[in-house]
């Protein structure tokens, strides 16, 4: 009754969000999100009748269909990227280098298992196979936000809300597959509910900073933008230098 | 296996914490982008002149706390000793808080500036971290045994680091100096005064 009902709140905030959407002509901002939203309630609606009919092939259908979503997340987090930084092209550009080297790092444990055992793919289980995709999305998420706060790049609400949602999923989801089988008699019956009180949370989250569009802001003022960047950066080393010779000499 | 899940958890949290704190940190920072820009490049234009110098490093000096030890009683002294601590750590943070200011600017700069190096980015980077570091560990240190113990710290490390490179110096082969020697020998043989 408990797993109905959320099932239900889920299909109806994942409409209210895209009927927003769609009213406030917003889908052209952020195509991917929407379209990864509108996957995932077409998922949901056809996965209901399946569990009720069908109970032995819901397993199934379910997993692959969630490889499909985890799939698309990867797109939500490169349009968040792309978005978020159209108006920094310094910081796009570190993104680029250091997201290329995370991606890399997450996704080369995954290599290594296969490696090591090849019937690992699909997966000795699909939760692990999962968790490892999710791990990977999350190592991205992880370096997007270490580079916004680093660079201190300005969101918009509607993107501040899609990327804190979705982290806040992501981070949810790998505690929920890793610690499924460890615990106790005493926690397991609340634990299939976790993750559905999880994503309505998050659902709840996107309806509040997506409910209405903003408008950009157009706040980048800087007097030494035209400044060259080696010179910007050697005038910044210099006085770096400068301070820490300062601390020496008034100390010693 | 228990370890790498727990792996999973700690990454897991920690980004779920991170989120949180960004999200608060960024609210407060669009709050203030105003005034940031404002005093991001003022710090730019901060200089570290002389007199600056000589009254900071008077923060350190024994003359001070020598003369009043010398004309008060203990508990002035140690009373005395205590507001200099103070005033040292106080100055320690201004300090640290112009250099944060500093590379606030240089950052905001660099963000929207198509030529940034990674490279760059990363060295500085890893300078910054590098004060910061030292700022905690002299705030530690004058925390720990106040600004005059800590000035004969620091002079007592630096002379040893000094007394450590020399002595590396003398034992490995100089490069550079060989180098130079080679050099030497060379235009001396173009002008016809080699020694062979």
């Not at chain 1, 793919?121 to 992880?142: K, N």
């Not at chain 1, 610690?179 to 609340?190: D, I």
Request: proline share 3%; net charge positive.
């Amino acid at each position: 009754m408990v797993a109905t009902t959320l099932w239900l709140l889920g299909l109806a905030l994942e409409s209210v969000l895209l009927v927003r959407a769609i009213q406030g002509n917003v889908l052209k901002h952020y195509r991917i999100f929407y379209l990864y939203l509108a996957c995932v309630l077409v998922r949901d609606a056809s996965l209901m009748p399946v569990y009720y009919l069908w109970p032995q092939v819901y397993r199934y259908a379910y997993w692959y269909c969630d490889f499909l979503a985890v799939a698309m997340g990867c797109g939500v987090v490169w349009e968040v990227y792309k978005v978020a930084l159209s108006r920094y092209p310094g910081a796009a550009r570190m993104a680029r280098n250091v997201l290329p080297f995370l991606f890399i790092f997450a996704t080369s444990r995954i290599f290594a298992k296969a490696w090591n055992s090849p019937n690992w793919i699909p997966g000795s289980t699909t939760l692990e196979t999962e968790r490892d995709l999710r791990v990977v999305q999350m190592a991205l998420l992880f370096g997007l936000i270490a580079l916004f706060a680093y660079y201190a790049i300005p969101l918009r609400r509607d993107l501040k809300g899609i990327m804190y949602g979705f982290s806040i999923y992501v981070a949810i989801t790998v505690i929920h597959l890793t610690f499924g089988n460890y615990l106790g008699e005493s926690v397991r019956y609340l634990w299939p509910y976790i993750l559905p009180v999880a994503y309505i949370f998050v659902l709840l989250i996107w309806c509040w900073t997506l409910w209405s569009y903003e408008t950009a802001q157009e706040t980048e003022v800087s007097s030494r933008l035209e400044v060259d960047y080696q010179s910007l950066a050697s005038a910044t080393r210099r006085q770096l230098r400068a301070a820490h010779n300062y601390l020496f000499k008034a100390i010693r | 296996m228990m370890s790498v899940e727990a792996y999973f958890l700690m990454a897991a949290a920690i980004a779920l914490a991170v989120s949180v704190l960004f999200l608060r940190r960024e609210t407060r920072r669009s709050f203030n982008e105003e005034r940031h820009a404002s005093e991001g490049d003022a710090s730019v234009l901060f200089s570290w002149d002389q007199l600056t110098s000589e009254l900071s490093a008077r923060i350190f000096d024994r003359e001070d706390s020598d003369f009043v030890a010398r004309e008060s009683s203990g508990q002035i002294a140690r009373s005395f000793r205590m507001e200099r601590a103070g005033l040292a750590l106080d100055w320690l943070l201004q300090v640290r808080k112009h250099v944060n200011l500093l590379m606030r600017a240089h950052l905001r700069s660099a963000r929207g500036n198509p030529g940034l190096k990674p490279s760059g980015e990363l060295r500085l980077g890893f300078e910054f971290l590098l004060f910061q570091v030292t700022c905690g560990i002299f705030y530690l240190v004058i925390w720990l045994v106040g600004p005059l113990h800590a000035a004969a710290l620091v002079g007592y490390s630096l002379k040893l680091a000094g007394q450590l490179r020399k002595m590396t110096e003398d034992i490995l082969p100089d490069g550079t100096q060989v180098a130079v020697e080679l050099l030497e020998n060379k235009s001396q043989a173009k002008n016809g005064t080699a020694a062979f």
